[in-house]
């Protein structure tokens, strides 16, 4: 495995940390005054567009996509750092139109999708002038086995008629979600992992209700937003499935595998700002009339946080490796084990942080309040660690039968 990045990755690491330092962070302060100044939060701060034009103008377009048809046509390896670098800032991913859960949902729609799909959502989505959301998880039932999934999809002539409850279907308070992924039920008689599909379904469909937006540790992230949605008996047409009926759970390991991957980039990427502010920080702050950076424990939390930071670059390195030369399928076990290695680093590191700068830390004044509140919820999302640790050691275990 040779991880040395190619002239091209070098030149977009450097286009890319550029526009970082004269765009993106600039604005930081700016997006949060405007997405709080009236007339309200669930809508798009000016700003946002004014960067995503900069970056389409730039070149730093779609990035993820490694079909060069649509994207860069970067592999995941090539991709990697790239990511690491717009993780450095809760809002770069949306600039470069390189954020979930629209990067999966595109992915979905291209690899899967049928060509009346791709004109209709995957354009506007590659585009950046609509967003989208994924609706896979449920109140009602245990969602680390999605099997348990109660949502129904159901053919009713040239219609499909769909039922049930979806939440923390991330993106959907944004005023620009124009459509949802949904995954339900459609054949409860067949073989397990062959009875669910995925639907297109509009926001704006007839009994699509959005009831209620959920806060993550008070954070309403908005305008994205996480909302909890029901469906009661809504019809879309038959050829709003994607792929076909029983296919949901093998696009789902399509999809979930390069969106699992990306949130470890990313998060590579939020670990590196965290230590960068916790060294300035410690050089300027002197308690009892000495330097914090010249106490041994600050010393010690600094000198972590590098090497498993470095730890966890390597294995997500590995881990794109693999799924660009053997397959998403034979990765599983890199992935499984980075997605538990790279958020669990990053909430260290971002708590070495948060310690290091007193009140601060805990405070608006500075992104790592917000960050680990994101960081954290990557424990759970796309599968909690313990599912994650059983796969791997299932795995382990069948390899020294």
Not at 129 to 141: G, K, L, Q
Not at 308 to 328: C, S, W
Request: charged share 25%; proline share 6%.
């Amino acid at each position: 495995m040779h991880f040395d990045y190619s002239e091209k990755v070098k030149e977009l690491q450097k286009r890319l940390t550029e526009f970082m330092e004269q765009v993106v962070y600039p604005n930081e302060t700016t997006y949060q005054q405007q997405l709080n100044e009236a007339p309200g939060r669930w809508r798009t701060p000016p700003i946002m567009e004014e960067m995503k034009a900069k970056a389409k103008a730039a070149g730093l377009w779609n990035l993820f996509l490694p079909e060069s048809e649509y994207g860069a046509g970067l592999t995941n390896l090539e991709y990697a750092p790239l990511c690491e670098i717009m993780g450095r800032s809760l809002i770069a991913p949306e600039v470069f139109n390189c954020s979930a859960p629209d990067t999966g949902n595109m992915e979905v729609l291209v690899r899967y999708g049928t060509e009346e799909q791709k004109k209709r959502w995957l354009v506007p989505l590659l585009n950046g002038e609509i967003r989208s959301c994924f609706s896979m998880t449920e109140p009602h039932v245990a969602s680390s086995d999605a099997t348990n999934m109660e949502t129904r999809i159901e053919r009713d002539g040239d219609e499909y008629v769909i039922n049930g409850r979806k939440w923390w279907s991330s993106g959907a308070g944004d005023p620009r979600c124009k459509i949802a992924i949904v995954m339900g039920r459609s054949n409860p008689s067949a073989p397990r992992h062959e009875q669910h599909s995925m639907i297109l379904v509009p926001l704006d469909t007839p009994r699509v209700k959005i009831l209620r937006h959920l806060p993550v540790f008070g954070y309403d992230h908005a305008p994205h937003g996480h909302a909890e949605i029901e469906f009661d008996h809504v019809r879309v047409p038959a050829s709003h499935i994607i792929w076909g009926e029983g296919k949901g759970f093998a696009i789902a390991q399509g999809r979930l595998g390069p969106g699992r991957i990306h949130h470890c980039m990313r998060l590579i990427g939020v670990a590196e700002r965290a230590l960068e502010l916790m060294c300035k920080r410690v050089k300027e702050r002197a308690p009892f009339g000495k330097p914090l950076a010249e106490r041994g424990v600050i010393r010690e939390w600094i000198a972590n946080s590098r090497i498993e930071i470095e730890q966890a670059r390597l294995l997500t390195l590995k881990a794109a490796y693999m799924m660009d030369t053997v397959g998403n399928k034979v990765a599983r076990k890199e992935i499984a084990m980075i997605k538990v290695v790279a958020p669990n680093m990053a909430l260290r590191v971002l708590d070495r942080a948060i310690q290091a700068f007193g009140a601060a830390g805990v405070s608006e004044d500075f992104p790592l309040a917000a960050q680990w509140a994101n960081a954290r919820t990557l424990r759970l999302a796309d599968g909690p660690d313990e599912v994650h640790r059983a796969a791997i050691a299932k795995m382990e275990l069948k390899a020294h039968s």
